[in-house]
Structure formats: C-alpha cells, structure tokens
C-alpha cells in the first residue's frame, strides 16, 4: 500500500463509470440496427432459406432411413412421417417402438414467411410424377411438395427485391 492508503492498480470508481459508459454507447450504436434485420426486407428471405434448410434436410434424413423413399410417397402422410416415428415401410408411431425407431425428423413443419396466413405451415402435394413442384395459386399451402422427387418449394409467385421468385430458393 501506499502512503495515501490507496492500493496501486486498483479501479476508481471514475474507472467504473468511464467502462460503463463505453459499454453503453456501444450497446445504442449497436442494438438499433439488430432491429433492423429482424423486421428489414432481407429477414424474410433469410427465414425462407432457413426454413427451406430445415425441411430439406429433414426429408433428405428420411429419405436416407427409408432405403431411398421420400416421406409422403405412400399414402401422403408427410407431415406425420416427419414429426412422429416411422417404422421401416414410413407407417407414423406417435412413441418409440422397437419397429418404428426412425425420425422424428422436425418437431413441427415451419412456416413460410412469404405466405401470409393461417395455412403458411401446411404442405400442398403436387402428384406430378418426377417433375418439379410447381407454385399452385388459388390455395392457402405455404409449401408445395412432390413426394416423386423429394422437391420442396415456398407455394407463392411472389419476388424478392432483386426480382427472384421465392419458389426459386
């Protein structure tokens, strides 16, 4: 200690206020313009490919535990094959069984940020043998899929800013 009573090297409390009050300039710089990305135009595009990852993967997982057989193909049960277990043959168990050990592959099926209301998180089937699935209007889906070729796409002829379809991500 020193002769004043003060220890060298310790924080004053003009220290502390200096420290907080940078933290808290930097925080008001920062936090408006994280506000900005959640509700910008470019949030919606980053939500659809997230959630276009998501479904994907989740019928690429199924279709890898079903010995090449996307969800759906039989009997159209897709959202059950992929938030419930599945034995072998794709059949939904809502609990584990020792025969229906696969999946699930999603909790829920995500919604489609590009597809305004109470449908956004349904799935229109397109039947069209290994073609692509097509935008169907006319109908609420937020998601159209073909169970011929595992393809999943937003169900809207909406673009984004640059002019992109959004059935095209």
């Known amino acids: 200690m020193s002769q004043t009573g003060q220890r060298a090297g310790a924080f004053t409390l003009a220290d502390f206020v200096l420290a907080a009050t940078l933290v808290a300039a930097a925080a008001a710089m920062t936090l408006p313009s994280l506000g900005r990305v959640k509700t910008g135009a470019g949030s919606e595009q980053m939500e659809l490919a997230g959630n276009l990852a998501l479904l994907r993967n989740a019928i690429a ?16 049960r897709l959202v059950e094959q992929l938030t419930l277990c599945t034995d072998e043959a794709g059949n939904p168990s809502a609990i584990r069984t020792a025969k229906s050990g696969y999946g699930p592959y999603l909790v829920a099926v995500p919604r489609c940020p590009v597809v305004d209301g109470n449908g956004a998180t349904a799935i229109l089937l397109d039947a069209t043998p290994a073609d692509p699935p097509s935008v169907t ?16 796409i937003a169900n809207t002829p909406k673009k984004d800013a640059a002019g992109r379809s959004y059935s095209t991500y």
């Open 137 to 152: 209007t006319g109908t609420k889906e937020g998601w159209v899929y073909n169970p011929a070729t595992g393809q999943i």
């Open 61 to 76: 997982a199924y279709q890898v535990d079903h010995g090449g057989r996307y969800p759906g193909a039989n009997g159209g």
